[in-house]
């Protein structure tokens, strides 16, 4: 189940750790992660985006084979497309990376700073919040039937009011079931919803 409120907290201290921003992929399945944070400087985001950087970014070719944390510094891999000396153009001058999870359901985080090095003790908090973090948001292995049955007759085009009076309860209670499950799948709409309930086959 995810634990919105200690993950609003734990990304509030990674904010304060990481002075350059960071991007942070929780969960990665089919190369999707179930939660992905960014705050590094949006001209940067773009310009790594269109240009597809994270099948080539060392740092995440670094955090698919290896646990733990690592200064970008000290990544020793391949970077073809200078994509550490282009970051470090928009003031990512240093960084960390930080991994853990199984291979399938794998957390990658980057977090970085312009003045100097993070230090020992900054590694093991940002380390330390990570795993927490990849604890609170892992994705549910199962919806109760009742929220699956609710999110099935959206699916299926019923309105609101029209899937209550099918399951015979009132069109407030349904509408807490959808709430529930979109709480439970960590995702703003019913459609998000209907859609990672799929991708997740809990549907």
């Known amino acids: 189940m995810t634990d919105t409120l200690g993950l609003d907290r734990g990304l509030a201290q990674l904010s304060g750790l990481a002075p350059k921003g960071y991007a942070l992929g929780l969960h990665i399945r089919f190369a999707s992660a179930h939660l992905m944070i960014q705050t590094y400087d949006p001209r940067w985001s773009e310009i790594y985006t269109e240009r597809g950087y994270m099948l080539a970014d060392p740092m995440v070719f670094w955090g698919f084979g290896n646990d733990g944390a690592i200064r970008w510094s000290e990544i020793d891999l391949p970077d073809p497309h200078g994509i550490l000396d282009q970051a470090a153009g928009f003031g990512l001058q240093y960084g960390v990376a930080v991994a853990c999870g199984p291979t399938s359901s794998r957390t990658i985080g980057g977090f970085a700073r312009g003045d100097r ?10 380390t330390s919040i990570v795993l927490r973090l990849h604890e609170a948001s892992t994705p549910p292995e199962q919806l109760t039937p009742a929220q699956r049955m609710a999110l099935r007759l959206i699916a299926r085009g019923h309105r609101h009011a029209e899937a209550a009076a099918l399951l015979g309860i009132s069109e407030s209670a349904f509408k807490a079931r959808l709430r529930a499950a ?8 019913t459609a998000e919803a209907i859609q990672r309930a799929q991708e997740y086959k809990l549907l």
């Open 182 to 189: 979109r709480e439970g799948l960590f995702v703003r709409t």
């Open 117 to 126: 090095e993070f230090n020992e003790s900054e590694i093991a908090e940002i």
